[in-house]
């Protein structure tokens, strides 16, 4: 599985990007599809999962529920990561990963293939 996420860039506080990560390979409708970040000197963190089938999704706590929105499009094989009102701490690189499994889950060793990250830069 390849997972090739972009969408990154510089944007304002209060500002808005959505990140895209197209997946090919071989990948199945029962997997999970994640997003993570890392910002610098941290580690990463679990942002939002969803099922690649039914679309049922998952959120982190408070610092990204009701701003970031998962979704996917099954046609494409790509999932997106609609974020809003983005904070200068919302900062980081974001990685989208996949889990073979049909788990929602923000543990990231239960997923297998990791895209290479797109950088995310919220100015003040």
């Known amino acids: 599985v390849q997972l090739q996420a972009s969408g990154g860039g510089l944007v304002q506080a209060g500002g808005s990007l959505r990140l895209s990560c197209a997946a090919s390979?071989?990948?199945?409708?029962?997997?999970?599809m994640g997003w993570f970040r890392q910002a610098p000197g941290k580690e990463r963190e679990f942002v939002a999962a969803?099922?690649?089938?039914?679309?049922?999704?998952?959120y982190a706590d408070y610092s990204v529920k009701g701003r970031f929105t998962i979704s996917r499009d099954n046609g494409k094989n790509t999932v997106y990561l609609q974020m809003n009102s983005l904070k200068p701490e919302d900062t980081a690189v974001y990685y989208c990963?996949?889990?073979?499994?049909?788990?929602?889950?923000?543990?990231?060793?239960?997923?297998?293939?990791w895209g290479q990250g797109t950088q995310v830069t919220v100015s003040s």
């Open positions: 969803i099922r690649w089938s039914g679309g049922s999704a998952f």
């Open positions: 990963a996949y889990n073979p499994r049909d788990l929602l889950t923000r543990v990231a060793g239960q997923y297998t293939f």
């Open positions: 390979g071989r990948t199945f409708s029962s997997t999970v």
